[in-house]
């Protein structure tokens, strides 16, 4: 009763130990609980002599491993997504000087009145290709390389600035656009880095928006949710476009995981994690993928405490 399917054959290979006179030690396995769920479990067996040195028991420690099982997976996975978004960033930082000098000769070549109509439909599709590149670049360098030190951020400033660049995208969507928020929504932080995470939630609710959609923007001087004492400012960033799937929802913030094959990097949610990170906060989403009711919420605190030193990207 006590091995689950497929470790059954276990028992009679550790009677069988014990029977000439071995231990068992540490073996990890499973077990099965009285409610028929399973037990990652770490066993310990030892036969138990009479005084003629006969096996007449066995006695069994098992130790419950599942907690510990499940921290080194987080561990691992935790690891890897480190390893992956120092990677791009490496990656993204050795391409830029490359990329800078490509994109300046094929402007160049371009200009050239010796072209006929097929190189230039040819150029024309590089430069698209190379904006491709070159996006991939700029979301995981930063869209301004922030190594300036920290200062006073004005948020109403700040998100006026995002909806006048992103203006033209929205009016030709015919979305409609509420903001609440206004001045005196200061924290301290790093200008470009805000400016980005601000940028890649707009971008992403705009990206989700039908033609004729909502949005709605709401900043707010606010305590954080976690740690009451802590003053900054809370942003939500709401669309009624067509939601997360649930399973989605989990996988949000991995770097490279985008929906948008054609057109997404899949580091934009990514990027702007490590930025709340850095900014002391804590960004949260919510969403509804339900016929008629769908959308998505992205809740950002910001605390505005920052670490003085420039912002070290590259590890
Ligand atoms: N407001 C939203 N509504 C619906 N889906 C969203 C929203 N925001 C993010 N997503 C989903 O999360 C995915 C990841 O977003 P993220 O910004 O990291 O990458 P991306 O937008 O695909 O590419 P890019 O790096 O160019 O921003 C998106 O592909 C999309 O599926
Ligand atoms: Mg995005």
Known sequence: MLAPPGYKDEIPAILERLRNKQTIEHLETHRQAKDGSLL????TISPIF??????????????????????EETLRKTEKLAAAGRLAATIAHEINNPLAAITNLLYLARKNPSLDGKAKRYLDLAQEELGRVAHIARQSLGFYRDTSIPGTVEISAALDEIVALYGRRIDSKGIHLETEYGPGLAIHAFPGEIRQ??????VNAIDACGSGG?????????????HNRRSGVRITI???????????????????????????????????????????GSIRARSSTRAGESGTVFSLFLSGVVPNSPVQ???
Do not use: M, Y
């Not at 995470?197 to 707009?202: E, K, Y």
């Not at 669309?239 to 094959?261: M, Q, V």
């Open 40 to 43: 990652q479990l770490s066993v």
């Open 50 to 71: 009479d005084s003629d040195g006969r096996v007449i028991a066995a006695s069994a420690i098992a130790r419950d491993i599942g907690e510990r099982i499940k921290t």
């Open 197 to 202: 995470l601000l940028s890649n939630l707009l």
């Open 214 to 226: 909502q949005l709605r923007i709401r900043a707010t001087s606010r305590n954080d949710w976690n």
């Open 238 to 280: 709401a669309d009624n476009g067509c939601g997360i799937p649930k399973p989605h929802l989990a996988r949000l913030f991995e770097p490279f995981f985008t929906t948008k094959e054609d057109v997404g990097t899949g580091l934009g949610l990514w990027v702007s994690k490590g930025i709340v990170q850095r900014h002391g």
């Open 313 to 315: 990207r590259i590890a």
